[in-house]
């Protein structure tokens, strides 16, 4: 029902967005494609699109954002939840793509076309958030207890979930890797591939014929060639034989 959609957005991401690994930048807004991901997570919600969102806003249910572009944006009454600095737990969680495996422990780990990066306090969330970028993400722990006593602040959004600007490669826990599970990427990324059947040029007053129809059709005219053939067998007397035949008896 609509009213229970509206309420159930409501809860995910402006109540609770911490529990699904959601968060709103500075700017009010969200990208639409997150919110998605964690409705997708829901069997019983995987079937809302915009389309189903600018409908609640149509019926006038209240909604804390309305849909800007691809981007959510909160709505006047519903105020930027406060993300406070605080003191992580020794341990956070998250998870890397294997595409960027390499880049990050490198490098460390950067957001991606965000402000911050989310952190998870449990490695369960932090699985959960990366899958929906990878379907077999490499599970990481960070020191964040050591990098917050470095300087590096961490923002609390609720109970569940840490945002920093960026954390160093020193602070990243990874494990080993092997060089074919990182490939892996790409040979799943070519099977996704569906090749592309090349496209037969069609003149004006002509039509595509499939497979199967050529082959019916070709049965279907031996078939009747066959008729034909069966009845020139019949002999020059045929239609006598038939008339005498008709007033016998049959025993």
Known sequence: MPKQLAKTIIYICYIAPGE???FWDLDGTMPWK??????????RLRFVRETHIKELLWLGLELPFTLDGKRLRLTEGFELPVHPVVEPPERLFCGISRRSYKYTIQNG??????P???LAAQPELAELIAVRRDPKPILCQVRALDAHLAGISFHAVGTTLYL???LPNTYLI???VREEILSSVARERNKSVRP???ALP???GSFLVASGQMSSSAGSAKEATAKEKGKSKRGPGWKKEARDSRGKRIP
């Open 20 to 22: 699904h690994g959601l």
């Open 34 to 43: 997150e919110l998605y991901w964690v409705l997708q997570d829901d069997p």
């Open 109 to 114: 780990l950067t957001p991606a076309g965000r």
């Open 116 to 118: 911050f990066l989310p």
């Open 164 to 166: 920093v600007e960026s």
């Open 174 to 176: 990874a494990p080993p």
């Open 196 to 198: 592309l059947t090349p």
């Open 202 to 204: 069609v003149h004006a």
